[in-house]
């Protein structure tokens, strides 16, 4: 089992930043990715950015130039850093964590664990 926990979310104005952190513990050795996803109300969850031990970094379209997906190894920690963000930005912000190395990363299907997610509200 893979336990994870997100923080960081809050309200931020159109414009502003947040760095979400997503803490891992438990059987940490299996997992090999760690990805984000977004859910907003009515909306299916989607793919935000994705990290491979590997190295490979993934973003979706939207985020792309905007957001950044780190690592610290020590801390079993993974960070989405968020910058300019826009109110279509609101929404549950999750982290899940992979065993694969060769799954798609912007498939739900690919996790195996998933944190309980934080909100992300960002007005305008």
């Known amino acids: 089992q893979v336990q994870l926990v997100e923080s960081g979310g809050g309200l931020v104005q159109a414009g502003g930043s947040l760095r979400l952190s997503c803490a891992a513990s438990?059987?940490?050795?299996?997992?090999?990715?760690v990805g984000w996803f977004r859910q907003a109300p009515g909306r299916e969850r989607e793919f935000v950015a994705g990290?491979?031990?590997?190295?490979?970094?993934y973003y979706a379209d939207s985020v792309k130039g905007r957001f950044t997906i780190s690592r610290d190894n020590a801390k079993n920690t993974v960070y989405l850093q968020m910058n300019s963000l826009k109110p279509e930005d609101t929404a549950i912000y999750y982290c899940?964590?992979?065993?694969?190395?060769?799954?798609?990363?912007?498939?739900?299907?690919?996790?195996?664990?998933w944190g309980q997610g934080t909100q992300v509200t960002v007005s305008s």
């Open positions: 899940a964590a992979a065993p694969s190395q060769l799954t798609p990363l912007f498939l739900k299907a690919s996790y195996d664990y």
């Open positions: 438990g059987r940490t050795g299996n997992t090999n990715a």
């Open positions: 990290i491979r031990w590997s190295g490979g970094i």
